[in-house]
């Protein structure tokens, strides 16, 4: 686990690039949740913005930064065009039979579960919320609610990892406590683990299960969701959210999982997060990692003094092992 460690990359927050702002200073000000694709020396990433409750995460946004570091905006949607009270961490892949692709998490207005839907369009600025269609579904997958998508090519499959909300041993609470407010993950009635869809096509998908799971009384107890896989050595690193109780929920802090095959998952970071804000709550989150060698980056949503996220962009030294 050491070795491991010492590969890892460092995240340094104090020295890295403001990628996007919060809309306003305070605490429910974010701008983060990040998914990335990196091409050819351009990296486009899609983030959400969110304000506090009512309007939760009311915005979701495509940028593109090229080589200078000039950034563009390429396309725009807000909950309201997608008919959902919220929408949080997405994922972009430029698929390699050509198309780009776009999975997001909203929430489901027929039951207040949260669920995952795909578009799909020949370029990030012609993405279209009337065509998206769902992927994963709480009903689909069994579980309380699904969210927050990484997608992983590797070996001519997609691996798709997801957050999702699955039952306390023993517990049994109805419909009411559980969605009323569109937010199961937020409730402490339920726990936040990662789980597993693999597919050739990108269309059909095998539902693995649960791979990452939260442990109870240790600092990840509460929440467990990969947010970034990447290779490294002859296995496969990948970054996660841990949170110890609902009360961290919103403020989550990153550890580290290593393994063999994509499907059986280890923690590395035993004791604690590997990576934190040096401000306010302490939480950095959402932790995406693209690229390759000296071009790889990090991108990450971190908490500030004043309370509010904001996303910023770090690049990687090469790894080793």
Excluded at 38 to 43: A, M, P, T, V, Y
Excluded at 190 to 199: M, V
Aim: contains cysteine; hydrophobic residues 40%; negative net charge.
């Amino acid at each position: 686990m050491s070795a491991i460690l010492t590969h890892a990359p460092r995240l340094h927050p104090e020295r890295a690039e403001t990628l996007a702002m919060s809309e306003c200073e305070g605490p429910g000000f974010w701008a983060g949740a990040a998914g990335a694709w990196l091409e050819n020396g351009e990296l486009t990433v899609v983030y959400r913005l969110r304000r506090p409750r009512p309007e939760r995460g009311h915005r979701l946004r495509i940028v593109r930064r090229n080589r200078r570091g000039a950034v563009d905006t390429l396309w725009e949607a807000t909950r309201l065009e997608m008919a959902t009270q919220s929408v949080e961490r997405c994922a972009i892949v430029h698929d390699p039979r050509g198309a780009w692709r776009l999975w997001v998490s909203c929430v489901d207005e027929a039951d207040g579960r949260w669920r995952i839907d795909v578009m799909e369009a020949p370029s990030p600025d012609q993405f279209c919320v009337a065509r998206r269609r769902p992927v994963l579904t709480a009903a689909s997958t069994g579980t309380e609610g699904v969210k927050d998508p990484v997608i992983y090519l590797s070996g001519g499959l997609y691996y798709l990892y997801a957050s999702i909300a699955t039952a306390l041993s023993g517990a049994d609470h109805g419909a009411d406590a559980l969605h009323a407010t569109g937010d199961v993950f937020a409730t402490g009635l339920l726990r936040s683990a990662t789980a597993l869809a693999i597919s050739q096509d990108a269309e059909r998908w095998h539902w693995a299960g649960e791979v990452l799971s939260p442990r109870p009384g240790a600092w990840d107890a509460y929440a467990a969701r990969i947010t970034a896989v990447w290779p490294s050595g002859p296995g496969y690193l990948a970054f996660y959210d841990g949170s110890q109780s609902v009360e961290d929920n919103y403020e989550e802090r990153a550890g580290l999982a290593c393994s063999a095959d994509l499907r059986t998952w280890h923690r590395v970071s035993l004791d604690g997060p590997v990576a934190r804000s040096p401000w306010g709550t302490g939480s950095l989150r959402y932790v995406e990692v693209v690229g390759e060698g000296r071009d790889r980056v990090a991108l990450y949503e971190l908490c500030l003094p004043d309370g509010s996220h904001e996303l910023r962009l770090q690049a990687l030294k090469p790894l080793g092992g």
